[in-house]
């Protein structure tokens, strides 16, 4: 399993939390700045979603919880 896979995990099993870059990099024990450009592409893909507060929450997209079940 890539780590970009990894982060949508991670993001699927805490879909309950709402997770800034930095919890879900501590989560996953990766730099902030590796997780940051995995969810940057990720959302470019439409995987997830980002908040517009700071710091920026994640969230799984609906297309994402759909194609994981």
Same mark, same amino acid.
Request: charged fraction near 25%; include cysteine; aromatic fraction near 6%.
């Given at each position: 399993?890539? #780590?970009?896979?990894?982060?949508? #995990?991670?993001?699927?099993?805490?879909?309950?939390?709402?997770?800034?870059?930095?919890?879900?990099?501590h989560g996953l024990n990766l730099s902030r700045?590796?997780?940051?450009?995995?969810? #940057?592409?990720?959302?470019?893909?439409?995987?997830?979603?980002?908040?517009?507060?700071?710091?920026?929450?994640?969230?799984?997209?609906?297309?994402?919880?759909?194609?994981?079940?």
């Amino acid at each position: 399993m890539k #780590a970009i896979d990894n982060v949508l #995990a991670f993001l699927k099993q805490n879909k309950s939390k709402e997770l800034n870059t930095e919890q879900i990099a501590h989560g996953l024990n990766l730099s902030r700045s590796v997780v940051s450009g995995y969810l #940057a592409k990720l959302y470019k893909q439409n995987k997830v979603n980002k908040s517009t507060t700071r710091p920026v929450v994640w969230t799984l997209s609906e297309k994402s919880c759909l194609l994981m079940k």
